[in-house]
């Protein structure tokens, strides 16, 4: 018997892909026995926030995960499907007939069995899905068998821009001081630093402070610790509270000028490709206009792409670049795997997907054969490489974003017409991987009808 600990959207994926496999799945789902600050009723894939799973189209990020799910066949996108309700190219949902086509979906399933309790423990052969609100007991359990800090219970997490909306001809790299690193390489291409004189600073503070700030449930209320203090909250303490914090200029001299900036914001290479760009320091509760608005105001980023907005709410989630093997399971027990928000990805689509992988694999696990990934030009082979290759010492929760995904080898100027073209490699790629991965699982079928057969 395979345990799926977590009824929501991964955890419901996870269970159909398995089930569909041939393999007995039980479902523990601790409501309504033990019930969530979010959750209002006992329904399996419950839509606790937004009732959109994104864009449909392919030159989208979201759009193209949707697509590579397709391919594999997700249930989760048909219940949606079944669900939809107008919204243009989003796919939006009637979040009480979506649920419940799940549940029925799922609960009907022959090979699936649905228990209401709560589980405290890992063991092997388990995919663990329990979303950003994850009991404590079961918390403490995976943070002692991960390790300690392998677990975190808030994010706050700064914007992500994409380095060739950056304008260069401001924004500098350098490091203060001219420091190395510890290997004694210089990591100038480290950090991009966008300098502001007197006079942007102070109109900079007076938009930050005044911007609309997102409010959400009571459970999304993380302790502002000073690590994680909004840039907003820390702007509010006073004019200059900034300029001695993460917009300290000391040990940067503008190339331009040959002088020190009033203040600078500095950006932090997020991959190792250095397309996506990360704001240091600029965890932020604004909505997402306001971030849009306000920090777009920062020399260098007036034309910014943001692959990933600023926020701060409760999340618990795994390190897992630090905890968690390539294809996100337990490093001592390649057969307890984690699927969800608990990986460290954002959104609807993102979760559901890495709950789809995470029963492909466990079931060719079962099969004797290996775990495998997607290739990195797909958009959900990209992500899981995000939580493989991802700085453990900056790790954050990531959504999908062509950012993630391999460069074309060629140039292409036009920006729409070049996320087809990447789109169109996605899908043709996730077609013949499934492919591969449909024939092996045929070949392996095959082989134990031939033992049975014979013994």
Not at 332 to 351: C, K, N, R
Request: glycine share 8%; hydrophobic share 40%; net charge negative.
């Amino acid at each position: 018997m395979i345990h799926v600990v977590g009824g929501g959207l991964a955890g419901s994926e996870a269970a159909w892909q398995l089930a569909e496999r041939g393999h007995r799945v039980v479902i523990h789902e601790m409501r309504p026995v033990r019930t969530t600050a979010a959750h209002q009723t006992d329904r399996l894939a419950e839509l606790v926030c937004s009732n959109t799973f994104k864009s449909t189209e392919t030159s989208n990020a979201h759009g193209l995960l949707k697509a590579e799910m397709r391919v594999l066949g997700s249930m989760i996108l048909e219940c949606a499907d079944e669900a939809r309700v107008p919204a243009g190219s989003a796919l939006a949902v009637d979040r009480d007939a979506f649920a419940s086509a799940v549940t029925a979906r799922v609960m009907s399933h022959p090979n699936i069995d649905v228990t209401r309790e709560e589980i405290v423990a890992l063991e092997p052969y388990s995919i663990i899905a329990t979303g950003p609100l994850t009991s404590d007991a079961l918390a403490a359990a995976i943070s002692e068998r991960l390790g300690v800090g392998a677990l975190a219970f808030y994010d706050a997490i700064a914007p992500i821009v994409s380095r060739e909306s950056i304008d260069e001809s401001i924004a500098f790299s350098a490091s203060r001081y001219g420091r190395e690193t510890m290997e004694g390489e210089g990591d100038e291409g480290a950090y991009l630093n966008c300098p502001m004189t007197r006079e942007e600073y102070e109109a900079f503070i007076s938009a930050l402070t005044s911007a609309d700030q997102f409010h959400g449930h009571e459970f999304d209320e993380a302790p502002y610790f000073e690590g994680c203090m909004p840039v907003e909250v820390s702007a509010n303490r006073g004019g200059e509270t900034l300029r001695f914090g993460p917009m300290k200029p000391v040990g940067l001299r503008d190339p331009r000028s040959g002088r020190q900036p009033h203040a600078v914001v500095q950006l932090r290479r997020e991959d190792r490709h250095g397309r996506m760009w990360n704001l240091v320091g600029f965890q932020t509760r604004l909505r997402i206009p306001e971030q849009q608005r306000v920090f777009r105001m920062i020399p260098g980023l007036a034309n910014a792409e943001f692959l990933r907005y600023g926020s701060i709410h409760r999340n618990s989630y795994v390190n897992s670049p630090a905890a968690l093997s390539p294809y996100l399971s337990a490093r001592d027990d390649p057969t307890i795997l984690f699927a969800g928000q608990i990986t460290g990805v954002e959104g609807y689509t993102e979760s559901s997907a890495t709950g789809l992988l995470a029963g492909i694999n466990l079931s060719r696990i079962l099969a004797g054969q290996s775990p495998e990934i997607p290739p990195p030009v797909t958009m959900l082979g990209a992500l899981y490489r995000y939580m493989r290759e991802a700085d453990p010492a900056h790790f954050q929760p990531m959504n999908a974003n062509f950012g993630l995904v391999d460069d074309l080898p060629e140039v292409i100027r036009d920006k729409k017409r070049k996320r087809e073209m990447i789109a169109a490699r996605a899908l043709a790629s996730m077609a013949e991987w499934s492919q591969q991965m449909a024939a092996l699982f045929a070949a392996t079928n095959q082989s134990d009808v031939r033992v049975a057969a014979g013994s």
